[in-house]
């Protein structure tokens, strides 16, 4: 359960925490522009004393988050929009085991990958097999929102409305696994660092209410002995942090190529 306070705002609402944008019809354009990629930060902690962490292999806990994302970033400097819902779904399955922050977050961004994926296996699928032929296509088709207009729901919305929340998502999953694993002894927790990354991705895109929402699930997010146990069973915290940095890398540079492909075509405001 969430912590007293934080169910009065709804579900719809607490969703925001990873899906991008709160629910309903009004629109959630932050004040100012969004930077087009954000500077690189997750390489700096490696272990090169092992091999590779079996976590991070295809078959792995992280790896299986890892691998499709990477996979996701076509040599043509393009995002390959199966890849990276699978990605998505993998992202998912990780989070879910972390509380009822996450449990009510990760079933709207499902929601919204499950809508994405109709898309991409639908009937049109031509246009939907990247993000550059989807907004393409829904540019040419006149489907594309226009910003402050927000549809009634997710059915409804264009998929490049849909990718842009899952991006910001995205990048707020970055920042916490990268500052879970980077933490030092003594420092803030890990809850402290992600409702930080949450403010920084996340929180100027929702109404103060969300915001206060937020800020109380937070208090009882999983500590870092939880995010390491689940991204690494068996590993050593060392290695297990090593293995959180690789995957954060990863999806920073999903997350840099999609602002990138995002801001050159004006889409960063649709949402």
Not at 88 to 100: D, E, H, I, K, N
Not at 109 to 123: I, N, Q, S, Y
Request: glycine share 10%; aromatic share 6%.
């Amino acid at each position: 359960m969430l912590p007293s306070g934080a169910k009065s705002t709804g579900e719809g609402d607490l969703v925001g925490a990873l899906s991008g944008c709160r629910s309903g019809t009004q629109s959630c354009i932050p004040e100012g522009t969004s930077p087009v990629q954000v500077p690189r930060q997750s390489g700096p902690l490696e272990a090169p004393e092992w091999e590779e962490p079996q976590c991070v292999g295809p078959q792995g806990v992280v790896g299986r988050v890892m691998w499709p994302f990477r996979a996701s970033l076509n040599p043509e400097g393009d995002v390959a929009l199966s890849q990276y819902l699978a990605g998505w779904r993998a992202l998912v399955r990780f989070l879910t085991p972390l509380g009822s922050i996450f449990a009510f977050a990760t079933s709207e961004a499902f929601a919204k990958v499950t809508t994405l994926e109709a898309r991409v296996h639908g009937p049109e699928a031509a246009h939907y097999s990247s993000l550059v032929a989807m907004v393409a296509w829904e540019r040419r088709e006149g489907l594309l929102e226009r910003p402050g207009i927000a549809p009634r729901d997710t059915t409804s919305s264009s998929g490049s409305r849909i990718l842009l929340l899952l991006h910001r998502a995205l990048r707020w999953s970055q920042l916490c696994l990268h500052r879970v694993a980077t933490g030092t002894l003594g420092g803030p927790d890990a809850g402290a660092q992600c409702s930080d990354a949450y403010r920084t991705a996340l929180g100027p895109h929702h109404p103060w209410l969300v915001r206060q929402a937020a800020r109380l699930a937070f208090l009882a997010f999983p500590g870092r002995d939880r995010w390491l146990e689940l991204a690494c069973p068996g590993a050593g915290e060392a290695e297990a942090r090593a293995a959180l940095v690789r995957v954060a890398g990863t999806l920073e540079d999903v997350y840099n190529r999609t602002q990138g492909l995002l801001a050159e075509r004006s889409l960063l405001q649709l949402a």
